[in-house]
């Protein structure tokens, strides 16, 4: 697309005031259903190519758009999740690794999430599922704009297992193999509740995330076992939820998303993507997405553009008329993307981030990592200790071509690489300085001269 019509299709969809409506939405703000599930790896839907049964989500897939190129903007949960909700960087927010049972710390307080923004715009606002942003009361669902909170407020896997309702423990220990039934019948209530005003539904599910579970009705049915059990029980709710949609006369005019937080982790598959979560390789950040409303995102549409989550809180945001946050985000409005209106947006590198260390940046079509950890994801760290460590010179990697980041093109296309580091260099100034301060000790930190593709090694 030329610069001039890029602009001209750009500003008649998303600059002028009254954009949600020249999109063609209705006098009435639309409904948004944002389904999310933990640890689904980019090939674990059966419409992504996997062998597990999923008609319900590849249904919405038929009926909406399905991105090829969309990622999370951390391969870890309550990073990734910091970032859905605000559109703003993990390492800006205060949640730059995933919190525990007993952190006292969450979200930062001063941050808007996008069930802050919506809820002052008039909409009844409610979260089913798994938070992980913060347990303490403060940083609970309730005080970060949702009228009502069912879920556990972290992992699974964390202990002491609770399940709650508002900002009070109604089980302990959570009987994980009727979870997803509940956090569905929960759903469907809302859904048929919110009547008589505009409703945000944010759906995070506790699974596929480790340990897993399925009802009676899943248990053992999938070929694939209980990881097949559990996508299987979790493909069920979304066709729950649309014929609820559907039922109660809402689903013309509601924005439905599914996607993950992060890549499978010991078990799912990220497809042929390499790396899982806790790494900064595709297969832990490359997750699926689906778009759908019906009559303004056009059926069957598959769309190679790339997208972040960090998007997701401006477009709804714009798209429902509500006032942009406080703060500067660091998503784009991808309207225009999800309706193909456009092909392609450009922007600004895209940076990963493992804790508060940089790790890589994508810009287009490339990939370039400038650091790593000396160990493997989730693996233990060497006898000397976990270091985030520069790479002894940067890897490029061309994803259109190379989408399991196999070979490294640097020595090909130096002029990309230094793009790239130049953009990164200007955009980490823009970030607090302990964030700062710790790029500038990476850059100056010993390794010795590795093979590219191999884990640093210190020679300190």
Known sequence: MRRRTFLQTLAATSLIPDAPLLR???????????????DMGYGDLHVYGSDLSTPNIDKLAAEGVRFTNWTSANPVCSPSRASLLTGRYPTRVGVPRVLNATDTTGLNQDEQTLADLLKASGYRTQCVGKWHLGVTPEYLPTRRGFDHYFGIPYSNDMTPSVLMRDENIVEQPVKLDTLTQRYTDEAVQFLNQAKGSPFFLYFPHTFPHIPLA???????????????DAVAELDWSVGEVM????????????????????????????????????????????????????????????????????????????????????????????????????????????????????????????????????RRGYSPAPKEGLKNLLL????????????????????????????????????????????????????????????????PRSID
């Open 24 to 38: 063609g939405a209705s006098a009435n703000p639309p409904n948004i259903v944002l389904i999310y599930a933990d």
């Open 214 to 228: 399925a009802s009676t009705r899943f248990r053992g049915k999938s070929p694939h076992g209980i990881y097949g």
């Open 243 to 374: 014929k609820t949609l559907h039922a109660t006369g809402a689903a013309d005019n509601t924005l439905v998303l599914f996607s993950s937080d992060n890549g499978p982790w010991y078990q799912g598959s990220p497809g042929k993507l390499r790396g899982r979560k806790g790494e900064t390789w595709e297969g832990g950040v490359r997750e699926p997405f689906i778009a759908w409303m019906p009559g303004r995102i056009p059926k069957g549409r598959v769309s190679g553009a790339l997208a972040s989550m960090l998007d997701v809180a401006p477009t709804i945001t714009k798209l429902c008329g509500a006032h942009a946050p406080a703060k500067a985000v660091d998503g784009i409005d991808v309207w225009p993307l999800l309706t193909g209106a456009v092909k392609s947006i450009d922007r600004e590198p895209l940076l990963y981030f493992d804790d508060n260390h940089l790790q890589c940046a994508r810009w287009g079509q490339w990939k370039m990592h400038v650091t790593r950890y000396n």
């Open 392 to 455: 002894p010179r940067p890897e490029l990697y061309d994803l259109d071509r190379d989408p399991d980041e196999s070979y490294d093109v640097a020595d090909m296309h130096p002029e990309i690489v230094s793009q790239i580091l130049g953009k990164v260099e200007a955009a980490m100034k823009t970030f607090p300085e302990h964030i700062q301060h710790d790029w500038e000790v990476t850059k100056v930190t010993k390794v010795s001269p590795t093979a590219a593709g191999a884990l």
